[in-house]
């Protein structure tokens, strides 16, 4: 059974950095694709960032480019997405998710495990 556990968030200021990092109990990480999305309050969740089973190949929202980063341990079992020059836009409840595939995609609907969520405020 697959359950995702986040951790990192918190309260910067913009122009800050933070790392999340999701533990994969299920010892999945090496199997499947990942992703990390983020709702923000009165919005749909979006995907900010997806990354292969092996862990080569990558794809990143317009809105994150050049700023986030999502990279995998699989020997760790865990997923990290590295958050940097962060605004105040980035404000929202991330989440890591597994999908149903070895290949990327930003489509939440091809996720099946999600973790509980981790509160990311970037202050002005």
């Known amino acids: 059974q697959v359950q995702l556990v986040e951790s990192g968030g918190g309260l910067v200021e913009t122009g800050g950095s933070l790392r999340l990092s999701c533990a994969d109990s299920?010892?999945?990480?090496?199997?499947?694709?990942a992703g990390w999305f983020r709702q923000a309050p009165g919005k749909e969740r979006e995907c900010v960032a997806a990354?292969?089973?092996?862990?080569?190949?990558?794809d990143d929202a317009d809105s994150v480019k050049g700023r986030f980063s999502i990279s995998m341990d699989n020997r760790e079992d865990t997923l990290y997405l590295q958050m940097n020059s962060l605004i105040p836009e980035d404000t929202a409840v991330y989440y890591c998710?597994?999908?149903?595939?070895?290949?990327?995609?930003?489509?939440?609907?091809?996720?099946?495990?999600w973790g509980q969520g981790t509160q990311v405020t970037v202050s002005s």
């Open positions: 299920g010892r999945t990480s090496s199997d499947y694709a």
């Open positions: 998710a597994r999908s149903f595939y070895k290949h990327y995609s930003r489509d939440r609907t091809t996720y099946g495990a």
């Open positions: 990354i292969s089973w092996s862990g080569g190949s990558t």
